[in-house]
C-alpha cells in the first residue's frame, strides 16, 4: 500500500487528481460549518444530544445537519432520487434501454434526469427538516420570508455539493457521492475521540478492549468480503491450424459484495424519510394526525425496530443493486457471441440460469454480512450502554469500503502507466 502511495506522488496526472479531491473536499467541509441565520446553538447541541436518529443522520450529511448548515441535507435527495430512477428502470423498458444499451449519451441523458429529480426532492425534505427545526425552538425570530429562503439556500446547498461530487467523479478518483459521504465520517472521528476521553471511566477498560478488538474484526471482514469472489471456469472454442478446434480457458469473478457500499448508502437515504416525517408531524394541529405520527416516531426511535428495518434495507439494496449491475442473461449472451462456454453447462439460457443461482448465493452471504455489521454498533450498545459508537458499523463499512475502492482506481492508474512496482 506504501508503495501505490509513494508511485503515486511521482506521477503528476495522479498527484493533481488527488489534490483535486481533497480540494473539493474541503470546500465541503468549509460549508458544512456554515449556518443558516437564526440558530439557537445551545438548544441546537441539546437538541441533537437527545435525538439519536438525528445523530446517526447527521454522519450521513456529513456533520452539516448538526450545524443546520447551508448544506445540510447532504447528498441524501440525489441518492434517492439515483434510488427512483433506478427502480424505473426495472418497470420502464424504456429507460433500461436507455441506462444499459445507449452507452455513455444515454448514461449521461439518464443522470441529467436523476439530477432534475434530485431537485423537488430536496424542497421536500427540506421543508421536513426546517420545520421540525422550527417547531423544536431551534430558529428563532424566524418570519416567513426566513422559512422560504432557508429552504431555497438547504436546497441549492443540496445542488451544490451534488455538483462537487460529480466533480470528483469525472476529474478525480472513485465515486464522488462515496467519498463525501467518507469525508464526513472522517471528520467526525476527532469528536468523537474526544468524547469518549471526556466520558472516559476505567472500570470499563475491558468493555472499551472489546470494542477495540470487535473494531479490528469488522475492519477485516469488510475488506475480507469486498475483495472475496467466486471464479466461474469460461472455456472458449478456437479453430487451429489444419481445421482442428481447440480450447482456451479463461475465468469469469463473480464478486462477493457486488454492490460495493452502495446498498449502505442507499439504506442510510431511505431510513431517514419515515422517522423525519413522523417527528415532522407530530407537531401538527391536527390531534389525530400527531398521535399517529408520534407513534410511528417512537417506533422509529426504538432500538430494535431500527436495527431490525436498517438490516433488511441493507440486504435488500444489496440484492436490487447487484440485479441492476450484473445482467446474467446479458453476460450469458456475450459468453454465446464470442463462442465462450462454463464447462458442464449448456450455452444460452441454461448458462443463464446458471450465473442468476450463483449470483443469488454469493450475494446473500455478502448482504447477510453487510447488514450484520451494519446493526452490530446497536446490539452492543444495547448490551453496554455506550452511545459515542453506535455508528461505527455503518461508518467502518463506508470507510474501509470507499478506501479499498480508491486504492483499486490507484492501482489500475498505475498499472496503466507501466508501474510494476507492485
Same mark, same amino acid.
Given at each position: 500500500?506504501?508503495?501505490?502511495?509513494?508511485?503515486?506522488?511521482? #506521477?503528476?496526472?495522479?498527484?493533481?487528481?488527488?489534490?483535486?479531491?481533497?480540494?473539493?473536499?474541503?470546500?465541503?467541509?468549509?460549508?458544512?460549518?456554515?449556518?443558516?441565520?437564526?440558530?439557537?446553538?445551545?438548544?441546537?447541541?441539546?437538541?441533537?444530544?437527545?435525538?439519536?436518529?438525528?445523530?446517526?443522520?447527521?454522519?450521513?450529511?456529513?456533520?452539516?445537519?448538526?450545524? #443546520?448548515?447551508?448544506?445540510?441535507?447532504?447528498?441524501?435527495?440525489?441518492?434517492?432520487?439515483?434510488?427512483?430512477?433506478?427502480?424505473?428502470?426495472?418497470?420502464?423498458?424504456?429507460?433500461?434501454?436507455?441506462?444499459?444499451?445507449?452507452?455513455?449519451?444515454?448514461?449521461?441523458?439518464?443522470?441529467?434526469?436523476?439530477?432534475?429529480?434530485?431537485?423537488?426532492?430536496?424542497?421536500?425534505?427540506?421543508?421536513?427538516?426546517?420545520?421540525?427545526?422550527?417547531?423544536?425552538?431551534?430558529?428563532?425570530?424566524?418570519?416567513?420570508?426566513?422559512?422560504?429562503?432557508?429552504?431555497?439556500?438547504?436546497?441549492?446547498?443540496?445542488?451544490?455539493?451534488?455538483?462537487?461530487?460529480?466533480?470528483?467523479?469525472?476529474?478525480?478518483?472513485?465515486?464522488?457521492?462515496?467519498?463525501?459521504?467518507?469525508?464526513?465520517?472522517?471528520?467526525?472521528?476527532?469528536?468523537?475521540?474526544?468524547?469518549?476521553?471526556?466520558?472516559?471511566?476505567?472500570?470499563?477498560?475491558?468493555?472499551?478492549?472489546?470494542?477495540?478488538?470487535?473494531?479490528?474484526?469488522?475492519?477485516?471482514?469488510?475488506?475480507?468480503?469486498?475483495?472475496?469472489?467466486?471464479?466461474?471456469?469460461?472455456?472458449?472454442?478456437?479453430?487451429?491450424?489444419?481445421?482442428?478446434?481447440?480450447?482456451?480457458?479463461?475465468?469469469?469473478?463473480?464478486?462477493?459484495?457486488?454492490?460495493?457500499?452502495?446498498?449502505?448508502?442507499?439504506?442510510?437515504?431511505?431510513?431517514?424519510?419515515?422517522?423525519?416525517?413522523?417527528?415532522?408531524?407530530?407537531?401538527?394541529?391536527?390531534?389525530?394526525?400527531?398521535?399517529?405520527?408520534?407513534?410511528?416516531?417512537?417506533?422509529?426511535?426504538?432500538?430494535?425496530?431500527?436495527?431490525?428495518?436498517?438490516?433488511?434495507?441493507?440486504?435488500?439494496?444489496?440484492?436490487?443493486?447487484?440485479?441492476?449491475?450484473?445482467?446474467?442473461?446479458? #453476460?450469458?449472451?456475450?459468453?454465446?457471441?464470442?463462442?465462450?462456454?462454463?464447462?458442464?453447462?449448456?450455452?444460452?439460457?441454461?448458462?443463464?440460469?446458471?450465473?442468476?443461482?450463483?449470483?443469488?448465493?454469493?450475494?446473500?452471504?455478502?448482504?447477510?454480512?453487510?447488514?450484520?455489521?451494519?446493526?452490530?454498533?446497536?446490539?452492543?450498545?444495547?448490551?453496554?450502554?455506550?452511545?459515542?459508537?453506535?455508528?461505527?458499523?455503518?461508518?467502518?463499512?463506508?470507510?474501509?469500503?470507499?478506501?479499498?475502492?480508491?486504492?483499486?482506481?490507484?492501482?489500475?492508474?498505475?498499472?496503466?502507466?507501466?508501474?510494476?512496482?507492485?
Amino acid at each position: 500500500m506504501f508503495k501505490k502511495f509513494s508511485q503515486l506522488f511521482k #506521477v503528476k496526472e495522479l498527484r493533481n487528481k488527488l489534490f483535486f479531491i481533497l480540494g473539493i473536499l474541503a470546500v465541503f467541509r468549509l460549508a458544512a460549518n456554515v449556518p443558516i441565520p437564526g440558530i439557537d446553538a445551545e438548544q441546537l447541541r441539546r437538541f441533537f444530544d437527545n435525538n439519536q436518529l438525528l445523530g446517526f443522520l447527521d454522519m450521513f450529511s456529513g456533520g452539516g445537519l448538526k450545524n #443546520v448548515s447551508i448544506v445540510m441535507l447532504g447528498v441524501g435527495p440525489y441518492i434517492t432520487a439515483s434510488i427512483i430512477m433506478q427502480l424505473m428502470t426495472m418497470i420502464s423498458p424504456r429507460l433500461e434501454q436507455l441506462y444499459k444499451e445507449e452507452g455513455e449519451a444515454g448514461r449521461q441523458k439518464f443522470n441529467m434526469w436523476t439530477r432534475y429529480l434530485t431537485v423537488p426532492l430536496a424542497v421536500l425534505q427540506g421543508v421536513a427538516m426546517i420545520s421540525l427545526f422550527k417547531n423544536s425552538g431551534l430558529l428563532v425570530n424566524f418570519s416567513a420570508f426566513n422559512y422560504v429562503m432557508a429552504i431555497v439556500t438547504v436546497t441549492a446547498g443540496t445542488i451544490f455539493i451534488m455538483w462537487l461530487g460529480e466533480l470528483i467523479t469525472e476529474k478525480g478518483l472513485g465515486n464522488g457521492v462515496s467519498l463525501l459521504i467518507f469525508a464526513g465520517i472522517v471528520s467526525g472521528l476527532p469528536g468523537a475521540i474526544q468524547q469518549i476521553m471526556a466520558t472516559w471511566d476505567s472500570t470499563q477498560m475491558l468493555t472499551y478492549a472489546g470494542f477495540l478488538v470487535a473494531g479490528l474484526i469488522t475492519i477485516a471482514g469488510v475488506v475480507l468480503v469486498n475483495e472475496g469472489q467466486r471464479t466461474i471456469p469460461i472455456s472458449f472454442a478456437r479453430r487451429l491450424r489444419g481445421g482442428g478446434m481447440g480450447n482456451s480457458k479463461s475465468t469469469l469473478p463473480l464478486r462477493v459484495n457486488h454492490a460495493g457500499v452502495i446498498p449502505i448508502i442507499f439504506a442510510m437515504s431511505i431510513l431517514q424519510f419515515p422517522a423525519i416525517l413522523a417527528t415532522f408531524l407530530a407537531g401538527v394541529s391536527n390531534q389525530t394526525i400527531a398521535n399517529y405520527a408520534g407513534k410511528m416516531a417512537d417506533l422509529f426511535a426504538n432500538q430494535t425496530f431500527h436495527g431490525t428495518f436498517y438490516f433488511l434495507l441493507v440486504v435488500a439494496f444489496t440484492y436490487f443493486y447487484t440485479a441492476v449491475t450484473f445482467d446474467p442473461k446479458n #453476460v450469458a449472451e456475450n459468453l454465446q457471441r464470442q463462442g465462450g462456454f462454463i464447462p458442464g453447462i449448456r450455452p444460452g439460457v441454461p448458462t443463464m440460469e446458471y450465473l442468476n443461482r450463483i449470483v443469488n448465493r454469493v450475494t446473500l452471504t455478502g448482504s447477510i454480512f453487510l447488514g450484520s455489521i451494519a446493526v452490530l454498533p446497536f446490539v452492543t450498545q444495547g448490551f453496554t450502554g455506550i452511545q459515542t459508537l453506535t455508528i461505527g458499523g455503518t461508518g467502518i463499512l463506508i470507510v474501509v469500503s470507499v478506501v479499498l475502492e480508491m486504492m483499486k482506481q490507484i492501482e489500475a492508474q498505475l498499472v496503466m502507466r507501466d508501474y510494476e512496482t507492485f
